[in-house]
């Protein structure tokens, strides 16, 4: 992982969120701006709570602290369209078009999740955290759990649930590699791998 990401010094940040952890007394004053930069970066596919190295994959038990510390600096809010309502922490994405997603309703997205371009999000949720790479299908009722990495052209069918992993920070979270197709109410769970081009 790169030491700086567009002007956030992640050596810098990770010591204030280990901070925050310890003693969250200043998260929700001008302290915890650090939780709501780290967001900003995990939305945008800057930075990654998991990421392949040498072969296998790392996570970033600290990046996976900024999303819990995320939730204790946030109050619960209504928000939608009027046909769709939520009363949650998480605010849901919005910039669909900008980022050349599909998003078909009432499919979800929570703010914190990435999606790359053509992607398309049927009738589904992709939890704060989760990284699903470009050209991916997350087909009717398919869920990605948080801190989940999805990799390019990977195909999720109706129903799959793909699990979240936030605690404890340092498991690895599940992830499914570039090309795998994952056939229909499949369930993937506790920090499974499902490797390149794999078909379950």
Request: aromatic share 6%; charged share 20%.
């Amino acid at each position: 992982m790169l030491a700086v990401s567009e002007g956030v010094n992640l050596v810098e940040a990770e010591a204030r969120i280990h901070a925050l952890r310890s003693n969250p007394k200043g998260l929700r004053d001008a302290e915890g701006a650090v939780v709501d930069r780290i967001i900003d970066e995990l939305d945008c596919g800057r930075l990654r709570v998991a990421e392949p190295s040498d072969g296998g994959w790392v996570t970033h038990a600290w990046i996976k602290e900024a999303i819990l510390l995320y939730f204790m600096r946030r109050e619960a809010t209504t928000f939608g369209d009027g046909a769709l309502l939520f009363h949650d922490k998480i605010p849901t994405k919005t910039n669909y078009a900008q980022i050349g997603v599909r998003c078909v309703p009432p499919g979800v997205a929570r703010y914190g999740a990435f999606l790359g371009k053509g992607t398309i999000l049927m009738p589904g949720f992709v939890n704060i955290g989760a990284f699903v790479d470009e050209g991916s299908m997350i087909d009717t009722w398919a869920t990605v759990g948080s801190c989940a990495q999805i990799g390019k052209g990977v195909h999720l069918s109706g129903g799959v649930g793909i699990g979240g992993v936030l605690e404890p920070p340092q498991a690895q979270p599940v992830i499914v590699e570039d090309g795998a197709f994952i056939g229909s109410r499949c369930i993937v769970v506790e920090g499974v791998r499902v490797e390149a081009d794999a078909v379950l």
